[in-house]
C-alpha cells in the first residue's frame, strides 16, 4: 500500500520518493519455520532432497530473489 503511496505521489510531484523492495532469501537449511515466506525456500529445498513440495499461493505470484554463495 505504502508503494503504491510513494509512486502515486513522486509521480504527480508532491514528495520525491523512492521505494526498496527487499527480496526473498532463498534457500534456508533444515525445517520451514513460521515465516511466511518459508515456503519460497521449501520449493526449492524439498524437490532437492527427494520430498514433494507445496506452493500455497496463486501461479500469478512474483518473487524476487537474492543469492547468497557462501
Do not use: Q, W
Not at 25 to 31: A, L, S
Not at 32 to 56: D, M, Q, W, Y
Amino acid at each position: 500500500m505504502s508503494e503504491l503511496l510513494i509512486n502515486d505521489y513522486t509521480r504527480k510531484g508532491f514528495v520525491d520518493g523512492l521505494c526498496l523492495r527487499l527480496p526473498t532469501i532463498c534457500i534456508r537449511p533444515g525445517k520451514p519455520n513460521k515465516a511466511t515466506s518459508s515456503f519460497v525456500s521449501s520449493i526449492i529445498r524439498e524437490p532437492l532432497h527427494g520430498e514433494t513440495s507445496i506452493c500455497p499461493v496463486a501461479e500469478k505470484m512474483a518473487f524476487s530473489f537474492i543469492k547468497f554463495l557462501g
